[in-house]
């Protein structure tokens, strides 16, 4: 009984939170073999932890998540993808990076699904990597999680608007690729048509992604709640029911120019040869852009 109770915790631990993290993270490492180029700079310390804790610490199956990243990575060239090649999906502001950011100071993404032009498929998928890649390489010293806000205003279920195929690419992409990246999903006011169309998606999203995602209703007091305990109302755009001072309003040109910035970076970090710290960070500072790049959508 003994034997078999220690082999049990044995597994459990392995399983679920293993007592020495680092000595998963070094045996991961080896596991994957020798590393070059991006997928060297790729695989820091703590993108290794983010793949063991999407896995429950499972050595195996993190290995495979990520060697399937890196595979993704190598054909799909997210680091590579620059704005010119993906701003005419921008231009309705459908996917924007706000100008504040959340209670724990992770950035924000603002999804507006009503804005959707009538383009679908993998322009969607390129723009949406596009501006996550760059919202991590923003990330400030000490997180590595964003949250993202989904505004349903405008909203409907027609040709022009989300496809079951393409948020399913997007989900994916998420989930596989961009393991504990995401702290919430905030969907905000969503009509009855949607509440149909996400439980047939739900079947897609796996259960740690399930728990992030917040329906929010205005008038609602454990929505307000929700919204409160995540970000600072007051900073907060009306549009969320935050301050009603402040409205979302994107300027395209303004955006490209911050991007353009962003592109510079974005180079410049991939090409470089500086060394990163256990949680993904440079060791010697990065000198960039004297602007530092701001979000997309912006109240006012």
């Given at each position: ?29 080896a ?34 998540m ?10 799909y ?84 608007n ?38 047939v ?31 600072d109302?007051?900073?907060?755009p ?29 180079g ?33």
């Open positions: 009984m003994t034997n078999m109770w220690r082999r049990w915790r044995g597994q459990d631990q392995h399983e679920s939170e293993p007592l020495d993290h680092e000595k998963m993270i070094k045996d991961l490492r596991a994957m073999g020798p590393l070059s180029g991006h997928a060297l700079k790729f695989c820091t310390d703590a993108c290794l932890r983010r793949y063991l804790v999407a896995r429950n610490w499972n050595l195996e199956k993190a290995k495979k990520l060697e399937e990243t890196l595979e993704w990575r190598s054909n060239k997210p680091e590579e993808i620059r704005w010119h090649e993906v701003a005419n999906e921008g231009e309705t502001g459908k996917v924007s990076r706000a100008n504040f950011v959340d209670r724990c100071g992770r950035p924000v993404l603002i999804m507006r699904p009503g804005k959707q032009n009538t383009k679908t498929g993998d322009g969607n998928v390129r723009h949406l990597v596009y501006l996550i890649e760059n919202a991590i390489l923003n990330l400030p010293e000490g997180q590595e999680q964003m949250s993202w806000l989904i505004d349903f205003s405008g909203y409907s279920m027609n040709a022009s989300i496809q079951l195929k393409t948020t399913r690419d997007i989900l994916n992409v998420l989930q596989n690729h961009y393991p504990e990246r995401l702290a919430i999903v905030v969907l905000y006011n969503p009509p009855k048509i949607f509440q149909a169309f996400y439980k998606v739900s079947y897609f999203i796996d259960p740690k992604t399930h728990q992030k995602i917040k329906f929010v209703y205005p008038n609602d007091k454990a929505s307000t709640e929700i919204m409160k305990s995540y970000f109302t007051e900073n907060l009306s549009e969320f029911g935050g301050n009603p001072g402040l409205t979302l309003k994107y300027d395209h040109e303004e955006f490209s120019k911050l991007m353009a910035e962003d592109d510079i970076k974005s410049k970090f991939w090409d470089s040869e500086t060394l990163h710290d256990t949680n993904g960070h440079c060791v010697e500072p990065y000198v960039g852009p004297e602007t530092a790049p701001n979000p997309l959508a912006t109240a006012s």
